[in-house]
């Protein structure tokens, strides 16, 4: 029998290049392959979470568009233009919504006049929070508040209430209460002495001009005419009140 040699024993024991090769290339696929699956992937960064709002938080909020978009629209458009829908459109609200907080048209204005007569009444106290110490910056300050588009928004209500059964007493009574809010509010700002014979009816007259300079204001803007008249009542009411 023909034996083996030396060097052929060696060539089949060790192996090839291409053997090697293919072996190494196998290794490192399985190696990168292992690599891969135990790495994390990248995680895209979330976007942030916007706050939440309470739903109570959000149905005030929407109420309260809904009471100034009323105001705003019954002084611009009177109440024949001012629909429970103008105003929803205005305030970015659905109609649904709207009723959802007011069911009728006269709930919606009658709350939108009274919750802007509260607003106005506390920034008009927030004008002097120490008290007045010139009564002339007190009837401007009541003035101003006949002559902006509330008492705008207001007049119009009236006007309707006079022609409509069921909207009068709801503003009648509606303006009782804000009549006895801003007298109240007068009295203190002027450090009035309502137990003083004639000091009430004073008041009440400085109230009932500046409601009239508020009609005569919705035709022509005479402002010059107003800031006499307003020097002029400062005048009085130092010598009427002490």
Request: glycine share 8%.
């Amino acid at each position: 029998m023909g034996g083996v040699s030396t060097t052929e024993a060696a060539e089949r024991a060790e192996p090839t290049d291409a053997t090697t090769g293919a072996t190494d290339a196998s290794t490192n696929a399985s190696t990168n392959a292992t690599t891969d699956a135990t790495e994390p992937a990248e995680i895209a960064p979330r976007s942030p979470r916007l706050p939440h709002v309470p739903k109570q938080d959000r149905s005030r909020a929407t109420r309260q568009r809904l009471l100034a978009a009323a105001v705003a629209c019954l002084a611009e458009h009177g109440w024949a233009g001012s629909t429970v829908s103008v105003v929803a459109e205005r305030a970015g609200v659905s109609r649904g919504a709207a009723q959802h907080h007011f069911r009728t048209r006269e709930d919606l204005f009658t709350a939108a006049v009274e919750y802007v007569a509260e607003e106005r009444s506390t920034a008009l106290r927030a004008l002097f929070p120490e008290g007045a110490a010139d009564r002339r910056e007190v009837v401007a300050a009541l003035v101003d508040l006949y002559t902006g588009p509330l008492f705008r928004a207001a007049l119009h209500l009236w006007v309707a209430a006079s022609n409509e059964e069921q909207l009068r007493p709801r503003v009648t009574e509606l303006e009782a209460r804000v009549g006895r809010e801003t007298h109240r509010i007068a009295v203190e700002l002027l450090a009035a002495d309502e137990s003083r014979p004639g000091v009430r009816e004073t008041v009440q007259g400085l109230l009932d001009m500046s409601r009239g300079l508020g009609l005569a204001n919705l035709l022509t803007n005479d402002g010059g005419r107003r800031e006499r008249v307003v020097a002029q009542w400062g005048v009085l009411l130092d010598e009427a009140l002490g």
